[in-house]
DNA sequence: ATCTGTCCCTGGACGC
DNA sequence: TGCGTCCAGGGACAGA
């Protein structure tokens, strides 16, 4: 799933190709709850636009046009920004795939997954957004237009203090673990480095965030960092859907401390890794390592 | 204001 | 092999 890291990989990756071209064409499938701007609107905008720059707020990207217009994505729960050259076998589901040949399988072909594809009049590489779940979002801002959505973010993980955390926390009754999920307080964090930022700092997931002491979300602004900055520096996790433009996967599935390791042995303390659902998330946490 | 539960969507895992 | 059921989750939203 898309958090912070994976957002700014992909972007990172894919700026070289948007920023300075001039988008020619425009496909779309057919309007769905993943258009927030429809269909026909998206392309009639957005062709003979030119992409002066790409910024990540959040989770959301923004790429900005020279006339002033800005193009809002959200990768949402498995949405995929690549090359028409990437290839990567996350690009098809398995049963696409075993249908084709092998040396087809890792081949992309633009499905009904495939909502957006924008190409651009230099005639070099389109750029692609597939997302199967469609919890993804695309809206076209026009010059000086914002979006509920971005003005509610609150600080981006990556410069927050302990000092906001704890600004923030007073008051909540809520565990911390949906504290910092909640994008108005800590824009970026997701399930996934959330329970890793908490493993770090060594703070229960279920604890009442008021509970929190400035120490605590100071230790806890600085675990969340370092697995933040940690997973960019490695090119995102690639659990079941992330690539990166190229079609790579990234490493940090690989470095997870707690996520989905339920059962498995603590790589502190060698006890099991517990999961439980907090705010209807998947929490994984050691009960040795995380006891406050 | 805060908090909790529900919903959107699809594919993969699992059980029989 | 194939079918049914459950689960994953970001974020908007409704209702307490």
Redesign the pocket.
Known sequence: ???LPEVEVTRRRIAPLLVGREISKVRTTRA??FFLTPPAALRRGLVGQRIVALRRQ???LLAELQAGARLML?L???GQLFTDSARSVRL??????SALPPERQARFEAD??THLRLEFADGGESVLFRD????GKVRLLAPGESD??LD?LGVDALSIRGEDLYAAAR?????VK??I?Q?SVIAGV???YADEGLFLAGIRPTRA??RLTRPDCRRLVEGLQRVLKRSIETGGSSI?DFVSPDGGDGGYQDERRV??RAGQPCRVCAGPIR?T?V????THYCPRCQKR
């Open positions: 799933m898309p958090e769905s709850y959040g989770k959301y959200h949402g729960m498995s098809l589901s398995a049963s696409a795939r009904r997954h199967v779940r469609k919890f509920p959505r509610k008051g909540r009754r809520a565990a949906n504290l999920l994008q997701g399930n996934i965030a008021r079941s996520y989905a999961k659902v705010g209807q998330r998947g």
